[in-house]
């Protein structure tokens, strides 16, 4: 499937990557601070949304400036690439997935993951509560249904079937765009490949009686990291790891007090003044709150390089990167 990954890029957005904020139209938007020596642009993706709360915190709480830098928010228009701005120059960080980084990486574009966003692989299998699908082994002759076959949905399906001893001919996968809620209530497809933070939580709020089975724990797949580029770290170090530490720090805050993510969140999301909105937002934030602290229970932006150098070799034998890509490059734990 190795078509346009450029184009992919430039047209999809991290909603296609990302269990983050829900595709919807939208222009940039930034908030606070001059351009000057300490001033760092942080870009995220889309719309605002609860699940970029540890950046809101962070910079609404006074840990970015506390941290010696003037941080400037900007979200992304609606046609925006990932990574566009970043290699523009116009953003400093991007909140991105990591699979999506590796395939720019393998394009030769100058970027590396400097700090772990989510410590947990979001990306789950969704089924009916009266499915017969118990396993990912049970996926054997079933339809399950993703977006497109790009992007993370599809990377996690295949690793699904991978783990589970499936074949690619043993699973119809079927491209059903962001369909995936009324596939599963009107039974277009057996299951679907979404997000826990997203997808699951939508669904259940919909009053869709689902079941979750997870991904194999060893799943070779990172999703949303701290990027930038090269160039830009090794110029401002201090930035880099102060950004990552800031970052995390309020992951650690939010955990202790999920109220203070909603109260900096609120400023960026009109959305929050709707009481329906509200409850949405503070169900996709129990939910993401343990992907921020993964297993440990406390967010340290460490990441796990065996699964970054495991990841490039997944998607290589996918065939999803266009050139070589070392693994100790595109991603390190220096900051």
Request: aromatic share 6%.
């Amino acid at each position: 499937m190795n078509t346009s990954h450029v184009l992919r890029l430039v047209a999809l957005g991290a909603c296609a990557s990302l269990a983050l904020a829900a595709c919807a139209p939208g222009g940039s938007a930034t908030q606070s601070g001059s351009k000057d020596a300490s001033n760092v642009t942080i870009g995220l993706t889309y719309i605002p949304n609860i699940q970029f709360s540890p950046v809101y915190v962070a910079d609404a709480q006074g840990m970015y400036n506390e941290a010696g830098i003037d941080a400037t928010i900007r979200h992304h228009g609606s046609h925006e690439g990932f990574f566009t701005a970043l290699l523009a120059g116009e953003e400093d960080i991007v909140i991105a997935s990591g699979d999506e980084a590796a395939v720019a990486a393998s394009q030769g574009l100058d970027i590396v993951s400097i700090g772990q966003y989510y410590a947990t692989y979001p990306g789950t299998v969704i089924v009916p509560e009266s499915s017969d699908i118990t396993t990912l082994a049970d996926l054997k002759g079933k339809t399950v249904g993703i977006p497109g076959e790009h992007g993370a949905n599809y990377y996690a399906t295949r690793s699904a079937m991978q783990s589970a001893g499936l074949a690619e001919a043993d699973v119809t996968i079927a491209p059903i765009g962001y369909t995936q809620q009324a596939a599963i209530a009107s039974g277009q497809v057996d299951a679907v490949v979404g997000f826990t933070n997203n997808d699951a939580v939508q669904m259940r709020l919909a009053g869709l009686e689902i079941r979750e089975i997870a991904l194999d724990p060893s799943t070779p797949l990172v999703s949303a990291s701290i990027i930038t580029t090269h160039k830009w770290a090794q110029a401002h170090p201090e930035q880099a790891r102060a950004v990552v530490k800031a970052t995390t720090d309020a992951m650690n805050a939010i955990a202790a007090d999920p109220q203070i993510a909603i109260d900096a969140t609120k400023p960026w999301d009109d959305s929050l003044a709707s009481e329906d909105s509200l409850a949405s937002a503070n169900a996709v934030l129990a939910a993401t709150v343990p992907l921020w602290l993964g297993t440990s229970g406390h967010a340290t932006g460490m990441q796990d390089l065996t699964t970054w150098a495991q990841m490039v070799t997944f998607l290589d034998s996918l065939g999803e990167l266009e050139g070589p890509v070392d693994p100790t490059s595109v991603a390190t734990n220096d900051y």
